[in-house]
């Protein structure tokens, strides 16, 4: 092959790998991204290690549902108790903007009904919560599924919607537990 023909070949390389990198860093930045779980908090749904894809433009076809997993950017009320904890964090929406949420006899309430909460352990209750809250317009009401050993909105109160990410909506690692959530 001819230096003129390996330089043309080189060349077409180069752009290929420039397209496609930049290809993948616009797909992970607008469209789906993948995070680790770092803590125990959303056990057993996640436990500390797995990885999930997180959907980023769901939100911008229809609002936030009651029960998604979505990870959020940490909020300021939310400051890191040491270097080591992560800037994003993963969390269930239990209440929306509007509702008012309370706990009676360790069970979640929404607008005084009971909320089915079916990715809980059983017998797993609901404290911290002693009145009634009503979260604000723009807001959501986060838990972690391991009530027990979650910081989450009942520590740091409601979380603005615009600080969230995206919907994680796949488990992809480890492998015996990869599927939807």
Same mark, same amino acid.
């Given at each position: 092959m001819?230096?003129?023909r390996q330089?043309r070949?080189?060349?077409e ?5 420039v397209v496609a990198?930049?290809?993948?860093w616009?797909f992970?930045?607008w469209? %789906?991204?993948s995070?680790?779980?770092?803590? #125990?908090?959303?056990? /057993?749904?996640l436990t500390?290690?797995?990885r999930v894809l997180v ?8 609002d936030?549902h009651?029960?998604d997993?979505?990870?959020?950017r ?5 400051a890191? /108790?040491?270097?080591?904890?992560? *800037?994003?964090? +993963?969390?269930?929406v +239990? ?5 008012? +949420? #309370?706990v009676? @006899?360790?069970?979640?309430? %929404? ?6 909460e079916?990715y809980l352990?059983r017998g797993?209750?609901t404290?911290? %919560?002693d009145?009634?809250?009503?979260v604000?317009d723009? *807001?959501?009401f986060l838990?972690?599924d391991?009530?027990t050993d979650?910081? @989450?909105?009942?520590v740091?109160?409601?979380?603005p919607e @615009?600080l969230v990410?995206g919907?994680?909506f796949?488990? %992809?690692?480890?492998?015996?537990r990869v599927?939807f959530l």
């Amino acid at each position: 092959m001819s230096e003129r023909r390996q330089l043309r070949v080189a060349g077409e390389w180069l752009v290929m790998l420039v397209v496609a990198a930049t290809v993948a860093w616009a797909f992970q930045t607008w469209v %789906i991204q993948s995070f680790s779980i770092p803590s #125990e908090s959303m056990a /057993t749904t996640l436990t500390n290690g797995d990885r999930v894809l997180v959907n980023k433009l769901s939100y911008k076809a229809h609002d936030v549902h009651r029960g998604d997993v979505v990870v959020v950017r940490r909020p300021p009320s939310a400051a890191r /108790t040491s270097p080591d904890e992560p *800037e994003d964090l +993963i969390k269930r929406v +239990i209440a929306l903007p509007g509702e008012t +949420i #309370e706990v009676r @006899d360790g069970r979640v309430r %929404i607008d005084g009904r009971e909320l089915r909460e079916p990715y809980l352990r059983r017998g797993t209750p609901t404290e911290q %919560i002693d009145r009634p809250f009503r979260v604000p317009d723009g *807001e959501l009401f986060l838990m972690g599924d391991n009530r027990t050993d979650s910081r @989450d909105s009942r520590v740091f109160g409601p979380v603005p919607e @615009d600080l969230v990410v995206g919907r994680a909506f796949a488990r %992809i690692w480890p492998p015996n537990r990869v599927g939807f959530l």
